[in-house]
């Protein structure tokens, strides 16, 4: 049995309040039938597996893993009855994009694709992929079948970043974002992210949230359009009067440290405390996260999605068993919206 803490305790905890069905499609990864051993037989969630099942019980079998028989169910894609009719579904999602029927047949045998149509109908509550796959692998079905919310023009992930420093953020809790698929946000698509982060900040980590947007300077101390971005988006912001707090452009450290703050941005009433830190591109954010987690032994779950109808998840494809596990309470408790 494993033991949790800190923030990924309270998010398994809701997780079991209500247990959620959640599809894995990387049925032959040993990490991730680890990771559904605890998860099930911890009623964290449901789980159905993808793939053969007489394939997958010999890799558990092979590995000292107990799968039981509560909880989960496995679901074969080659031999599938309603393989057939998720293809026909398939087609008429994308036939204006260029799908035809024998491409919408292929591609339902293709794990992801196949979990992909069970969160689309319903069948399940969500999934989680990407040990294996590329984060296009596993989000681009999503982008393609499930889609964005009503109203949302900026489908964004997040790290969920839990730091053994309890003196920063929300007791050590942060969102880094967007760390996974934003290559180059605009304007709009930062102003996106930020409203998106704090929603899944409340949701997640049910805290106030404050938003620091991340640059190499501090209020003014170097220039250049980069800079100048940031400063119309929180300008921007601030206009629009809305419910969080804000500010930007600040260096990590004035961010997060108090002590930094009162010299850099002592008028700031984010600095010092943020909890949400939203990145200039995609690449600063993914070296970002890493930092913290292998520098800094912080547990990162992510990249997870905000803004699809339904909750699909990416996993880092060094992610541990524990990084799955969480990812998948994240999923359930997202899945609750």
């Given at each position: 049995?494993?033991?949790?803490?800190?923030?990924?305790?309270?998010?398994?905890?809701?997780?079991?309040?209500?247990?959620?069905?959640?599809?894995?499609?990387?049925?032959?990864?040993?990490?991730?039938?680890?990771?559904?051993?605890?998860?099930?037989s911890e009623k964290i969630a449901k789980i159905?597996?993808?793939?053969?099942?007489?394939?997958?019980?010999?890799?558990?079998?092979?590995?000292?893993?107990?799968?039981?028989?509560?909880?989960?169910?496995?679901?074969?894609?080659?031999?599938?009855?309603?393989?057939?009719?998720?293809?026909?579904?398939?087609?008429?999602?994308?036939?204006?994009?260029?799908?035809?029927?024998?491409?919408?047949?292929?591609?339902?045998?293709?794990?992801?694709?196949?979990?992909?149509?069970?969160?689309?109908?319903?069948?399940?509550?969500?999934?989680?992929?990407?040990?294996?796959?590329s984060t296009s692998d596993t989000l681009r079905?999503?982008?393609?079948?499930?889609?964005?919310?009503?109203?949302?023009?900026?489908?964004?992930?997040?790290?969920?970043?839990?730091?053994?420093?309890?003196?920063?953020?929300?007791?050590?809790?942060?969102?880094?974002?967007?760390?996974?698929?934003?290559?180059?946000?605009?304007?709009?698509?930062?102003?996106?992210?930020?409203?998106?982060?704090?929603?899944?900040?409340?949701?997640?980590?049910?805290?106030?949230?404050?938003?620091?947007?991340?640059?190499?300077?501090?209020?003014?101390?170097?220039?250049?359009?980069?800079?100048?971005?940031?400063?119309?988006?929180?300008?921007?912001?601030?206009?629009?009067?809305?419910?969080?707090?804000?500010?930007?452009?600040?260096?990590?450290?004035?961010?997060?440290?108090?002590?930094?703050?009162?010299?850099?941005?002592?008028?700031?009433?984010?600095?010092?405390?943020?909890?949400?830190?939203?990145?200039?591109?995609?690449?600063?954010?993914?070296?970002?996260?890493?930092?913290?987690?292998?520098?800094?032994?912080?547990?990162?779950?992510?990249?997870?999605?905000?803004?699809?109808?339904?909750?699909?998840?990416?996993?880092?494809?060094?992610?541990?068993?524990?990084?799955?596990?969480?990812?998948?309470?994240?999923?359930?408790?997202?899945?609750?919206?």
């Amino acid at each position: 049995m494993m033991e949790f803490d800190g923030i990924l305790k309270k998010i398994i905890d809701t997780a079991k309040s209500d247990l959620k069905t959640i599809a894995i499609p990387e049925s032959t990864d040993v990490r991730v039938l680890k990771a559904v051993q605890i998860v099930t037989s911890e009623k964290i969630a449901k789980i159905v597996l993808i793939g053969n099942q007489n394939n997958i019980l010999k890799i558990c079998e092979e590995n000292q893993i107990v799968l039981g028989n509560e909880n989960i169910e496995y679901r074969d894609p080659s031999s599938d009855l309603n393989s057939r009719m998720y293809a026909q579904k398939l087609y008429e999602l994308r036939k204006e994009k260029g799908m035809t029927e024998e491409k919408a047949n292929e591609l339902v045998m293709d794990n992801v694709y196949f979990a992909t149509m069970l969160v689309k109908l319903g069948e399940v509550d969500g999934m989680v992929s990407g040990a294996i796959h590329s984060t296009s692998d596993t989000l681009r079905p999503a982008l393609q079948i499930v889609k964005a919310r009503d109203g949302v023009k900026t489908v964004s992930s997040f790290f969920l970043i839990d730091s053994q420093d309890k003196t920063l953020g929300s007791n050590g809790t942060f969102i880094f974002s967007d760390c996974g698929l934003i290559e180059f946000p605009t304007e709009e698509q930062l102003i996106d992210i930020a409203k998106a982060s704090t929603e899944s900040f409340r949701l997640i980590v049910g805290d106030i949230p404050r938003v620091a947007f991340l640059s190499y300077s501090t209020k003014g101390s170097a220039k250049n359009e980069a800079i100048d971005k940031i400063v119309r988006v929180v300008h921007r912001l601030k206009e629009e009067n809305v419910d969080f707090d804000l500010d930007g452009e600040l260096q990590l450290d004035a961010a997060i440290i108090p002590e930094v703050a009162k010299l850099k941005a002592p008028e700031s009433n984010v600095a010092g405390k943020a909890n949400i830190l939203i990145f200039p591109n995609l690449e600063a954010g993914n070296i970002g996260y890493k930092m913290a987690q292998r520098f800094g032994n912080a547990l990162a779950l992510g990249p997870v999605t905000q803004g699809l109808k339904k909750p699909i998840n990416d996993l880092s494809r060094g992610c541990n068993v524990e990084d799955i596990i969480g990812t998948i309470a994240v999923t359930c408790v997202q899945a609750k919206e």
